[in-house]
């Protein structure tokens, strides 16, 4: 493995290159199109199924096609980005992400979406990884922290304003708008990084794990194929079962290869200390709930209620604005309680905003669903940087570039299951409803994004009990973590606020 500075660390000043203030600029274009996209297309969606007649799976894949490809390529993007160059890769990944997002709103087809959101997530993984990493080579030790405080704002601006954003786009001109707004980012992106950006020296040696990368991706993709799939093929037939095992017996392959291979994806020795795989499984369920419950809620908003794309993404807005200051408060909490018990508490907070969602229905006030956003916003923003310090702090000092790698994956596997099985649970209680009425078989995939039927409350109440239900298996699966954490991990040291901070930027960014 290529060697990267590590939280703590500093960078000697003889490797510096750049200007530090205009490299921050000039990364932030990039950050803040991937930042934009993890939120915009969830709004957009409904709009997407209404113009290319897209199926209740499909609409999954949107999402989850972006979070698989980014899943699997970050960790050797980083190590792309060591051997030729992170200029090169983070300028390549930007081109790529501008060139995809306009091809998505030109193919006119859901099967060309769906593969240049795929297309979509390789940019992204190219570019993420890049960020953090010119960042460390260009600033000083004594304010790096200040590159990173501002690195996460920028991030979490654009994250939560991606639901206003992509209301506004939609009601006000088209969907398309929702991708089509990267280039003009993408075009000034690209010309500040070839302008201020100095390239970082090219490593030697540490070859990529080819057969681990295969192997590892073709895993996730059985997976969470298998679970989008099961809802038309049917969980106990043999295409469900095959897929399953197909799944198993290629992560039985990956942990051989890793055991092999001398220089491996993930090495096994990080999994020695219960912190980093409990840490893996704070990331899991916190984005399996996340990005889950937020693709029905957004049906359910939209398509239930009947609310307008703009008026639908202000309503989300209390999840997504309130995780601004909580990661940092998470951050200080974690400093002074250690993460083990943030950690528990974050997931906790996020069980009781889940359950108390359950209540929600077409007839309840709105404020019964702010007030639950708000108290998810906070459990998710303490659970990311207690994680993050769990798996890092955990891990061996010369794997901490390897751990913020596989925490990301966390992140985006844990995002992608979510939507998969929450969808599940909706349609299989959708399914049976339609079927039960005159209504034509057509009517499921309406009926599984939310849509009303006049004169057949059944169908509608269904999708409604159907996102009760996946509610419920969200806030039970932060509660069996939460009490996992308290029960597996030994109480680490505490790490001061900006290591804290340093470990969750590069959490998210992927950084190796």
């Not at 590159?147 to 001109?173: D, K, T």
């Not at 298998?226 to 198993?248: D, E, L, R």
């Not at 006030?365 to 108290?375: C, D, E, K, Q």
Request: proline fraction near 5%; include cysteine; charge should be neutral.
């Amino acid at each position: 493995m290529a060697s990267v500075p590590t939280p703590g660390t500093d960078v000697p000043p003889s490797t510096r290159k750049g200007n530090p203030a205009l490299t921050l600029i000039a990364v932030c274009f990039g950050l803040f199109m991937v930042g934009l996209d993890s939120t915009v297309v969830h709004i957009a969606n409904p709009a997407i199924q209404a113009d290319l007649g897209a199926t209740f799976g499909e609409l999954q894949w949107i999402i989850n096609a972006y979070l698989l490809a980014l899943a699997v390529c970050l960790i050797p993007a980083g190590k792309l980005g060591d051997r030729f160059g992170r200029k090169k890769m983070y300028i390549l990944g930007v081109v790529l992400f501008g060139i995809t997002s306009v091809g998505i709103g030109l193919i006119g087809s859901i099967g060309g979406v769906l593969v240049l959101r795929a297309l979509q997530g390789v940019a992204a993984a190219l570019l993420m990884p890049q960020t953090i990493a010119l960042l460390r080579s260009t600033f000083p030790r004594e304010k790096f922290g200040m590159a990173v405080g501002i690195w996460g704002g920028v991030s979490s601006v654009s994250i939560a304003g991606g639901p206003l954003v992509s209301g506004l786009l939609v009601e006000g001109l088209s969907w398309q708008w929702v991708f089509y707004i990267n280039v003009p980012i993408a075009i000034l992106g690209v010309i500040m990084a070839a302008l201020v950006i100095r390239e970082t020296a090219a490593e030697k040696g540490g070859g990529l794990d080819i057969l681990g990368i295969l192997t590892l991706a073709g895993g996730l993709f059985a997976v969470v194929f298998a679970v989008v799939q099961a809802q038309s093929w049917g969980w106990a037939s043999a295409a469900t079962i095959g897929t399953f095992a197909a799944a198993v017996v290629l992560f039985a392959l990956f942990v051989l290869v890793e055991a092999r291979v001398t220089n491996p994806l993930i090495p096994l020795s990080l999994f020695r200390t219960a912190g980093v795989s409990v840490g893996g499984l704070v990331f899991i369920a916190n984005f399996f709930s996340i990005l889950g419950v937020t693709f029905l809620l957004t049906l359910f908003l939209m398509n239930s209620l009947g609310n307008g794309t703009a008026t639908a993404g202000l309503m989300m807005l209390p999840m997504s604005a309130f995780a601004i200051p909580s990661a940092p408060i998470g951050a200080l909490l974690t400093a002074k309680m250690g993460p083990r018990k943030v950690a528990a508490l974050g997931l906790g907070l996020m069980a009781v905003g889940l359950a108390l969602l359950t209540i929600v229905g077409v007839d309840t006030s709105y404020w019964l669903m702010a007030i639950p956003f708000v108290i998810i916003a906070f459990g998710s923003g303490f659970a990311i940087p207690s994680g993050a310090d769990l798996i890092v702090g955990s891990a061996p000092v010369h794997l901490a570039g390897v751990a913020s790698g596989f925490q990301t994956t966390c992140i985006q596997v844990g995002g992608a299951i979510g939507t998969a099985v929450l969808s599940a649970i909706v349609a299989a209680k959708v399914i049976p409803a339609v079927a039960a009425t005159p209504l034509p078989a057509d009517a499921i995939e309406g009926a599984s994004a939310g849509a009303v039927f006049d004169g057949f409350p059944g169908v509608n109440g269904a999708f409604v009990d159907g996102m009760h239900i996946g509610l419920w298996a969200a806030a039970g699966l932060c509660a069996v973590v939460a009490a996992l954490v308290l029960i597996a991990v030994r109480e680490a040291k505490h790490s001061d606020v900006e290591t804290v901070i340093e470990e969750t930027v590069e959490a998210v960014a992927g950084n190796r």
